[in-house]
């Protein structure tokens, strides 16, 4: 998550036009990220991005600075997208991309799935696969999927952004991953592995 000079903000909040630019652009690519993978169309991630720094601009006086700025900025934006994709209900499949530095977009990995992608898929025919399995999962998971492994937050960064205790993070991303990983396995993406020698009871028949 970044981390931005708290003087900035206390400017931003004062009405200083150019503080509320350098915040813009410190988040402008992580917040149309989010915005992307929940609304999982570009027009409409465009279009929440503005709503979302509309709403930060607006409600900024009214910061007290009891959280990170950052905290704020991407709980605001997690609801405002959320309430966009629960309302909608669309399942657009887009590629999964991210924004570059030079305002390009390049291939996005996907860590821990517990699976090793090289192993069984090409990784675009697997980024494919990942994209329409993600179609599928609830807003809710593909939001907490995307903070943790696209935006990398650490537990206790999500923690603070959903307001969740750091244990509920862990089990609520722990049933994402299985449910991404069931999907793949249902379209045949994933083969499930199973041991060689079925046991019962904890031993050996």
Known sequence: MEH???????????????AFESLVKTYEKSVYTLALRLSRNREDAFDLSQEIFLRVFRSLPGFKGQAAFSTWLYRLAYNICLDHARKTGRRREQPLTKP?????EQPMEWPDLRYSPEQQWEKKELRTAVAKAMERL???????????????????????????????????????R??????????????????????KGGESP
């Open 100 to 104: 570059t530095e030079d305002g390009s």
């Open 138 to 176: 609830t807003p809710d998971q593909r939001a907490i999927l995307t903070l943790r492994e696209i935006q990398n937050f650490s537990y206790d960064e999500i923690a603070a952004v959903l307001n969740l205790p750091p244990g509920t993070v862990k089990s609520r991303l722990a049933r994402a």
């Open 178 to 199: 299985e449910a991404l990983r069931e999907i793949l396995i249902s379209k045949g993406n994933f083969f499930e592995s199973k041991p060689s020698k079925p046991t």
């Open 4 to 18: 931005i000079d708290p003087e900035l903000v206390t400017r931003a909040a004062g009405g200083d036009p150019a």
